[in-house]
């Protein structure tokens, strides 16, 4: 059984830090590419930041600079550090799991819950 499991999420103010995981189980999480997908009120789901399973990044232009996307592998776990965080990072982020180890596109075979960032001025 797969699961995703995110963590870290909460209220924080402006200009405030997160750091997000994402546990990993029932699959080979050093062989799938991996990705952070936030979902704001009324919007809809969007990529943020993926990594490969060779640790290729990508990151979505409104988080350059602010949020690092990484991996431990021995851990099967993600991570995602958000520095400076603003309003509008203010969503539901999704941990996503894809099967394609080098696609930085992930498109989720397998997702989590979600946890909860409000970020408040």
């Known amino acids: 059984q797969v699961r995703l499991v995110e963590s870290g999420g909460g209220l924080v103010q402006t200009g405030g830090s997160l750091r997000l995981s994402c546990a990993a189980s029932?699959?080979?999480?050093?062989?799938?590419?991996m990705a952070w997908y936030r979902q704001a009120p009324g919007k809809d789901r969007e990529m943020v930041a993926s990594?490969?399973?060779?640790?290729?990044?990508f990151y979505e232009d409104s988080v350059k600079g602010r949020f690092t996307i990484s991996r431990d592998n021995a851990a099967n776990t993600m991570y995602l550090q958000m520095n400076g965080l603003k309003t509008e990072d203010t969503g539901v982020y999704y941990c996503?799991?894809?099967?394609?180890?080098?696609?930085?596109?992930?498109?989720?075979?397998?997702w989590g819950e979600g946890t909860q960032v409000t970020v408040s001025s």
């Open positions: 990594i490969s399973a060779g640790g290729s990044t």
């Open positions: 029932g699959i080979m999480f050093n062989t799938y590419s």
């Open positions: 996503a799991a894809d099967s394609v180890a080098w696609r930085l596109a992930v498109k989720g075979d397998y």
